[in-house]
């Protein structure tokens, strides 16, 4: 059974850091891209970051550019987003996603999300 | 980057009707778009995926159509189980954007 379990997620003020970690298990991780997606208090979904199967290639949303970074240990079968330089409007359950065994960045598997919270 | 937008943004109905949910993307997407369910406190449900394809176990009461810059999904007979927030997602380039959802709740 596929599955991925965040974790990471706190309270943590303005302008800090936090590093959230996704492990995967059920599937053969180094041959899957990986995403982060959140979610604001009673918002819509935003797609955050993605990163190829070997970890080449990495992609990020305009808000989070420069800021978050994303990786994977494929020995560890485990996703991580390093953030850094948080805001306010980070605020957010942030979640873990992989495709289905078809093509495309598009989310077949979610994780149950992990909550950070920005705030002074 | 491609923006998404979504009608209505949201719509009460009964169990048993017709719901048609319509996505425009700002550019063309070439069909790589994707449907989510998501309810209260629940991580997003994959429905549809390149524009009409069903993901496995899915109900066939949902379909999927579309081309160039307009979709749609379309909830043949409404059940009580399908009350819940229904976003798009685009898939064909980066940034990957969601529309920003249609909330069915019930009349």
Known sequence: EVQVLESGGDLVQPGGSLRLSCAASGFTFSNYAMSWVRQAPGKGLEWVSGISDSGGYTYYADSVKGRFTISRDNSKNTLYLQMNNLRVEDTAVYYCAKRTTENGWFFGYWGQGTLVTVSS | ?107
Not at chain 2, 7 to 18: F, I
Not at chain 2, 70 to 89: K, M, N, R
């Open chain 2, 1 to 107: 980057d491609i923006q998404m937008t979504q009608s209505p943004s949201s719509l009460s109905a009964s169990v048993g009707d017709r719901v048609t949910i319509t996505c425009r993307a700002s550019q063309g997407i070439y069909n790589s778009l994707a449907w989510y369910q998501q309810k209260p406190g629940k991580a997003p449900n994959l429905l549809v995926y390149g524009t009409s394809r069903l993901e496995s176990g899915v109900p066939s009461r949902f379909s999927g159509s579309g081309s160039g810059t307009h979709y749609t999904l379309t909830i043949s007979s409404l059940q009580p189980e399908d009350f819940a927030t229904y976003y798009c997602q685009q898939y064909y380039s980066t940034p990957f954007t969601f529309g920003p959802g249609t909330k069915v709740d019930i009349k």
